[in-house]
């Protein structure tokens, strides 16, 4: 990512906060998760949304990404996606003789990949370039993406019916899965009366430009990690890869996902400098899905939240 010059800390702490409430006015009452989503917007990374169907997935990531002044496509993943859909194709044409580039909708700095584990594994690898590289080729010819470049995905639970699960190697392109939930009683009653008129995603504009997104992500990578942060941190990677029930831990470049992730939590929060606080609460959302579980070869549900909870109570930050 090339270098521009920096901008006061109080320009980019209004970039957020403007970000963060225009995202507000229509993901209600779960201001925690949009926390993270920007997190994993600093951090560089990319953001995976795991929930039943219909408590918000979709409309989190078009909030977001409408919200971000970013060049935005939509995928909608069923099991007939091919990889070129996504990508693009080389079309010939038959008047001069030659193949003309027509670039799918991962050609885009803002992608939402919805319902991403209804595409095959095939389609779903194609991401994987992507992701990781920031980058597609076709035909011996690289493209670059973005910046900013950012997948948002969204998957319904595994055991629902035409789903196929994301391997091992994409899961670990993400920066976060994240949970919604259901909402409580008075918001959900806030959305029935904000849905009554229309769908009010539709109506946001967009508050940031691409090079403020930039400016932001340069700015993430300057937050300070102290020597014994790093270590906190270090030492919950290293009890991913020993604890009894896990069969896989987390990798290096899990560890790494870690550290920015937590870079970009504390700017979020309006800090410089990361605190311990920043490491516990980023370790369930950052890890759990990097980690398999022995009970995945007993056929139960690869569910490492109690072992990311095990490990938290059992980690202690070194002084």
Request: charged share 25%; aromatic share 6%.
């Amino acid at each position: 990512m090339s270098e521009s010059p920096a901008r006061p800390p109080e320009e980019l702490t209004a970039l957020l906060h403007r970000l963060r409430d225009n995202v507000a006015k229509v993901f209600l009452g779960k201001p925690e998760v949009t926390r993270f989503a920007l997190v994993a917007l600093l951090a560089e990374g990319h953001l995976l949304l795991e929930d039943v169907p219909g408590v918000g997935k979709t409309l989190l990531a078009k909030a977001l990404a409408l919200s971000l002044g970013c060049t935005f496509h939509r995928i909608q993943a069923t099991p007939d996606l091919l990889p070129g859909d996504l990508i693009g194709t080389n079309i010939f044409n038959q008047k001069d003789g030659t193949f003309t580039f027509h670039p799918g909708p991962l050609m885009s700095q803002i992608v939402l990949a919805d319902e991403i584990n209804r595409a095959t594994p095939r389609t779903q690898s194609a991401l994987l370039e992507a992701m990781s590289e920031r980058q597609v080729t076709v035909d011996r010819e690289t493209f670059k993406l973005g910046p900013p470049f950012l997948v948002l995905a969204t998957q319904n639970p595994y055991e629902y019916e035409g789903t196929y699960p994301l391997p091992e190697s994409q899961l670990d392109r993400f920066l976060l899965r994240l949970k919604i939930g259901y909402p409580e009683r008075a918001i959900e009653r806030d959305i029935l009366n904000q849905h009554r008129v229309g769908e009010p995603v539709e109506s946001l504009t967009a508050v940031l430009v691409p090079a403020d997104v930039v400016a932001l992500q340069q700015a993430t990578r300057a937050v300070k990690v102290a020597e014994p942060v790093t270590e906190y941190l270090l030492d919950i990677v290293d009890a991913t890869r020993v604890h009894p029930d896990v069969k896989l831990g987390a990798s290096t470049r899990g560890a790494l996902a870690f550290y920015r992730a937590c870079q970009a939590l504390a700017k979020v929060s309006g800090r410089d400098y990361v605190r311990p606080e920043d490491v516990k609460e980023l370790a369930l959302p950052v890890l759990a899905h990097r980690i398999m579980t022995k009970a995945w070869d007993q056929g139960g549900r690869d569910d490492a939240t109690p072992i990311i909870n095990d490990i938290l109570a059992k980690t202690k930050v070194r002084v």
